[in-house]
C-alpha cells in the first residue's frame, strides 16, 4: 500500500519517508545539481530567467462570459 503525503508540508525538516519517498529521483538530481554548482552560476542562471520573464508580454486572464 503506497503512502500519500504532502511533501510541501509534511517534509519541511526532511523527508518522511526515506528510501520509500516517491521523489527520490529529484532528491537526488536536486543534490547532484547543489553539489556540482557554485552559488555563483545558479544565481546567474536566476538573473537570466529573471530577465526573460520581465520581456515576456503581459498575459492577461480574462473571466468567462456567463
Do not use: H, Y
Amino acid at each position: 500500500m503506497e503512502q500519500k503525503i504532502n511533501c510541501a508540508e509534511d517534509c519541511i525538516n526532511g523527508c518522511v519517508l526515506g528510501n520509500k519517498c516517491p521523489n527520490i529521483e529529484f532528491r537526488e538530481a536536486a543534490a547532484k545539481f547543489i553539489e556540482e554548482t557554485s552559488l555563483d552560476q545558479m544565481l546567474e542562471m536566476a538573473e537570466e530567467r529573471l530577465r526573460k520573464k520581465m520581456m515576456e508580454p503581459p498575459k492577461w486572464i480574462l473571466p468567462e462570459d456567463p
